[in-house]
């Protein structure tokens, strides 16, 4: 399973930011920001040398961000679907450092909180010990979620949702969804109209993306994709 995870992110970019420099660094030169800075280019003959100081740099950084991934793991979520979730998740743990993980049915089950160092062979085991149960109360695993994002020191936080969007129990999820920094929805599985609806609701609420699985089997790919552009407002 992990060599799998391993397989789908060889192409997949760790979310950066572009960090300015001034001069001397390692980056690459950016033209803008130095004309801006007042850098007046190479000077003629009988001028003095411009000041190197105005010179700017970029280079890409690492992104450090926490995202809390929220599983729906109601009675629906059985076999297959369990391990390919298990997946899903091994790839975000892979190229995001910190991932806490929560699972929901009926209620809310934190599997790993904000801040705990757990590998993503761990996490893989303890998603694959959820029991499939339960019905689905999207609005438990969403303040569940954002509890733990509350308690994280980064910066930029999102959440990303798994789910097919058919709450039959709980608050609104809409209205959950909302409280979020930036939530990223999921749609999984048989795309319903009442599902569609809620997963449209839920991304545009929380000013995020959404994406959809048509078949199970599309999820590593979609969770993929959504490592390079998690962070992209």
């Keep these: 399973m992990l060599a799998r995870a391993r397989a789908l992110l060889r192409h997949a970019s760790r979310p950066a930011r572009q960090e300015e420099l001034g001069w001397p660094g390692e980056g690459e030169l950016d033209l803008d920001r130095t004309l801006d800075a007042g850098f007046a280019g190479l000077p003629r003959a009988g001028q003095a040398a411009p000041d190197p100081s105005a010179l700017r740099l970029v280079r890409a950084a690492p992104r450090t961000a926490e995202v809390v991934a929220i599983l ?13 979730v298990a997946v899903a998740v091994a790839i ?42 339960g019905y689905t109360n ?11 994002l509350r ?36 749609h999984l599985g048989d795309h319903n109209p009442q599902g569609a609806r809620c997963c449209r609701e839920m991304s545009s609420a929380g000013r995020g993306r959404i994406y959809r699985a048509h078949t199970w089997g599309d999820l590593p790919g979609i969770v993929r994709r959504a490592v390079r552009e998690l962070f992209r407002s």
């Design 151 to 186: 308690r994280s020191r980064e910066r930029e936080r999102a959440g990303l949702l798994f789910t097919d969007g058919v709450a039959n129990v709980g608050g609104d999820p809409v209205r959950a969804a909302a409280a979020f920094p930036r939530l990223h929805v999921i």
């Design 72 to 84: 729906d793991m109601s009675l629906s979520m059985t076999g297959e679907k369990i391990a390919l």
């Design 138 to 148: 999207i609005d438990a695993g969403l303040r569940s979620g954002l509890a733990e």
């Design 92 to 133: 975000l743990k892979m190229k995001l450092e910190l991932l806490p993980v929560v699972a929901f049915d009926t209620v809310a089950h934190p599997l790993v909180r904000a801040g705990e160092i757990v590998s993503a062979r761990e996490i893989v085991r303890r998603v694959l010990e959820v029991p499939a149960q």
